[in-house]
T-cell receptor, first 109, second 114 residues
Framework: KNEVEQSPQNLTAQEGEFITINCSYSVGISALHWLQQHPGGGIVSLFMLSSGKKKHGRLIATINIQEKHSSLHITASHPRDSAVYICAPSGGGADGLTFGKGTHLIIQP | NAGVTQTPKFQVLKTGQSMTLQCAQDMNHNSMYWYRQDPGMGLRLIYYSASEGTTDKGEVPNGYNVSRLNKREFSLRLESAAPSQTSVYFC?????????????FGDGTRLSIL
């Protein structure tokens, strides 16, 4: 089973700061998903990547398959970015996704 | 565009009662999933349906049954609810059961077993 570690578990920052959330996993994968869970509970998929880097607005996700590590960056953070961010590596097949416990991010105005 | 719809949103049951959680998607997705989310733990897969007509156990299937009623609908049944099944349940769907397909989630069902 893939062991997934996210850091930090909790992060409080000021509006405008650059945010980095890290994800490490133990078993080689074919893709990794980043998800966002809003305070109301809904979960949305932010990124799915298998190599390199992807950017969507102020969000950037990177992955190093050899190092078994991925990062999610938020530039110019805003209070509306406050949420739980979850990484989920996948080896495909019957194992599906393995979810990290999440990073609880609070952006203060 | 509704995406993935779960009903009910909240439910309180007594130990031993049964209930069915409903899930429907309107994205013509082949694969559907049921997860549970507990405090301090990541989402855990209960059951999944890779395609219409098939269902398979996930990581934590004990105490649950599922039915893939048709391509749109995937239900989760608790036959005899136990307090350990108090959790938030999420249904999700994806185009195919492959790692390169993003999953779309419903809003969740908050279930309490007394």
């Amino acid at each position: 089973k893939n062991e997934v570690e996210q850091s930090p578990q909790n992060l409080t920052a000021q509006e405008g700061e650059f945010i980095t959330i890290n994800c490490s996993y133990s078993v080689g994968i074919s893709a990794l998903h980043w998800l966002q869970q809003h305070p109301g509970g809904g979960i949305v998929s932010l990124f799915m990547l298998s190599s390199g880097k992807k950017k969507h607005g102020r969000l950037i996700a990177t992955i190093n398959i050899q190092e078994k590590h991925s990062s999610l960056h938020i530039t110019a953070s805003h209070p509306r970015d406050s949420a739980v961010y979850i990484c989920a590596p996948s080896g495909g097949g019957a194992d599906g996704l393995t979810f990290g416990k999440g990073t609880h991010l609070i952006i203060q105005p | 565009n509704a995406g993935v719809t779960q009903t009910p949103k909240f439910q309180v049951l007594k130990t031993g009662q049964s209930m069915t959680l409903q899930c429907a998607q309107d994205m013509n997705h082949n694969s559907m999933y049921w997860y549970r989310q507990d405090p301090g733990m990541g989402l855990r897969l209960i059951y999944y349906s890779a395609s219409e007509g098939t269902t398979d156990k996930g990581e934590v299937p004990n105490g649950y049954n599922v039915s893939r009623l048709n391509k749109r609908e995937f239900s989760l049944r608790l036959e005899s609810a136990a307090p350990s099944q108090t959790s938030v349940y999420f249904c999700a769907s994806s185009g195919a059961y492959r790692s390169n397909q993003p999953q779309h989630f419903g809003d969740g069902t908050r279930l309490s077993i007394l």
